[in-house]
T-cell receptor, first 113, second 112 residues
């Protein structure tokens, strides 16, 4: 079956612009995660959605970052007024339920000039 | 605060030999550990896991060892194959919750 998909695969933007990154989880997966991987760093947890519960936003690095999950499926990660330090690969993962194995998408490589 | 550490950024091994990737953690509440493998331009894929009630878990050529007293785990790949060349991430969580912490990764190169 289809895996987790993310779009765009690459995004180049200018400092100060807003960007939206999209994640389509595996159908039926109730849990959705966003991570960020900066150059030479491990995966940094950003935000977690589980069903209809309030998201766990504890990993968001600043109030410029926000995420939504519509209808318990597709998620959008929005970064406002992008900064150069936001440049990273943004990875989305989904799991059947909380604490189950996470399946990752291919990531979106964001470059802020 | 790096709670999961992979101190070797890279490892090179000859085909057919054993690859040993190491991971250390600092949070004694971690009770579930995973290894993910990542190829370039792809997302990480789950490889193998172990819970703290065990000290070893084996799946084919892959074995994960957990030493709770040392807060150390390792992934053994034997025999190593060129297709194993990838970046390997160690991850850990407490009570199998959602706040999974990842190490920085180790790039494994298996030479034919």
């Amino acid at each position: 079956g289809a895996g987790v998909s993310q779009s765009p695969s690459n995004k180049v933007t200018e400092k100060g612009k807003d960007v939206e990154l999209r994640c389509d989880p595996i159908s039926g997966h109730t849990a959705l995660y966003w991570y960020r991987q900066s150059l030479g760093q491990g995966l940094e947890f950003l935000i977690y959605f589980q069903g209809n519960s309030a998201p766990d936003k504890s990993g968001l690095p600043s109030d410029r970052f926000s995420a939504e999950r519509t209808g318990g499926s597709v998620s959008t990660l929005t970064i406002q007024r992008t900064q150069q330090e936001d440049s990273a690969v943004y990875l989305c993962a989904s799991s059947l339920a909380a604490a189950d194995t996470q399946y990752f998408g291919p990531g979106t490589r964001l470059t802020v000039l | 605060d790096q709670q999961v550490k992979q101190n070797s950024p890279s490892l090179s091994v000859q085909e057919g030999r054993i690859s040993i990737l190491n991971c250390d953690y600092t949070n004694s509440m971690f009770d579930y550990f995973l290894w993910y493998k990542k190829y370039p331009a792809e997302g990480p894929t789950f490889l193998i896991s172990i819970s703290s009630i065990k000290d070893k878990n084996e799946d084919g050529r892959f074995t994960v060892f957990l030493n709770k007293s040392a807060k150390h785990l390792s992934l053994h790949i034997v025999p190593s194959q060129p297709g194993d060349s990838a970046v390997y991430f160690c991850a850990a969580s407490a009570f199998r919750n959602n706040d999974m912490r990842f190490g920085a990764g180790t790039r494994l190169t298996v030479k034919p």
